[in-house]
T-cell receptor, first 113, second 117 residues
């Protein structure tokens, strides 16, 4: 089955700096890669996603890149703000309709003011 | 956009009792519902997948007789934790699977924090 690894497990950055979180996946059939932000005690919130037919996607300060050959994808957050502090999970799925996700173990991001 | 409502948000129960958790899709039809469990400081682990009108598919290591899942309609799925024990204390969260090609349903419910005492 699919295995998703995520690094680093914790990340501290100064406000205004960039943060990068990397994930690798094992199943070449996976074709949908969402990123979720989860604040303590709350539900995961989808922040950005990418499909296998795209190499990069950007939404304001957040971007995701995908390297299908190497089977890894990364989340990039620029100009970090304290409210970006949360746990971020990557996931992989064989499709975006009716397919379950396999989640990475998460990255705890702390943005220091 | 897609909204998944989950209740209760938290529950405390005595060991040996059963607890039912409901997830409803409010503005779309959820043909598939995924149930996850999340222990503190850990990732979401899939417990089971339920499809409307059929039996749930459980992940390896998840006891189907302990975690009863019912998906009787396209808008409601329930998870019942039977004979709960303290080790069942966790954050349970649902996510509804989308429909053909549309990105519905990859929205999580608000989660249920279960504490068994």
């Amino acid at each position: 089955g699919e295995n998703v690894e995520q690094h680093p497990s914790t990340l501290s950055v100064q406000e205004g700096d960039s943060a990068v979180i990397k994930c690798t996946y094992s199943d070449s059939a996976s074709n949908y890669f969402p990123w979720y932000k989860q604040e303590l005690g709350k539900r995961p919130q989808l922040i950005i996603d990418i499909r296998s037919n795209v190499g990069e996607k950007k939404d304001q300060r957040i971007a995701v890149t995908l390297n299908k050959t190497a089977k890894h994808f990364s989340l990039h957050i620029t100009e970090t703000q304290p409210e970006d502090s949360a746990v971020y999970f990557c996931a992989a799925s064989k499709g975006w309709s009716g397919q379950n996700f396999v989640f990475g173990p998460g990255t705890r991001l702390s943005v220091l003011p | 956009g897609a909204v998944v409502s989950q209740h209760p948000s938290w529950v405390i129960c005595k060991s040996g009792t059963s607890v039912k958790i409901e997830c409803r899709s409010l503005d779309f039809q959820a043909t598939t519902m995924f149930w996850y469990r999340q222990f503190p400081k850990q990732s979401l682990m899939l417990m089971a997948t339920s499809n409307e009108g059929s039996k749930a598919t459980y992940e390896q290591g998840v006891e189907k007789d302990k975690f009863l899942i019912n998906h009787a309609s396209l808008t409601l799925s329930t998870l019942t934790v039977t004979s709960a024990h303290p080790e069942d204390s966790s954050f349970y969260i649902c996510s509804a699977g989308g429909q053909g090609g549309q990105n519905y349903g990859y929205t999580f419910g608000s989660g249920t924090r279960l504490t068994v005492v």
